[in-house]
């Protein structure tokens, strides 16, 4: 009995194996989040009482996360019987990480607190036309109204 090579890799990538496998890393991910707030806990003296911005945060990344998953399994052929059982499984471990894992919270923070902070574009334009000044140069500010440098230029020449 001879199977080509792609009907082998048709089934690999199928949900037969896919989910499952989805399955066993997002449990292995549980346990090592599990295992690091053991550790986070043994090491850490202080407690943190979290503000409002840190609480949505939460809430983001829970919806987002449990959107996610929830998809994954209802677009799922594999474990058809046993697809409540999986989603409240799941659910429930993604609430604890979310609201209960002190570590994963930190991470959650840490993660969106840096990504407010990273700063958009990159270089300024090059100077390719014999134009010395940046982007930001030439861009309206907020906290100055009607702002623009060629303007003022202009208002003193007079």
Known sequence: MTVSFGKFLLDIVGDKYTFPFF?????????????????FRRSSGGTVKRGKE???????TYGIASVIMMQ???????????????????????????????????????????????????????DTHGMSESLSARVRHPDKKNHCPDRD??????
């Open 23 to 39: 399955e066993i890393l997002f449990l292995l991910f549980v346990v090592y989040v599990v295992m690091k707030d053991w550790k």
């Open 54 to 60: 840190s609480w949505s945060y939460f809430y983001l």
């Open 72 to 126: 994954i399994i209802s677009v799922s052929d594999s474990l058809k019987n046993y697809k409540v059982v999986i989603s409240v499984v799941n659910l429930g471990l993604l609430l604890y990480m979310c609201f209960f894992n002190g570590w994963f919270r930190n991470k959650i923070v840490g993660i969106i607190s840096k990504s407010k902070e990273m700063k958009e574009g990159g270089k300024p334009f090059e």
């Open 153 to 158: 230029r202009r208002s003193t020449r007079l």
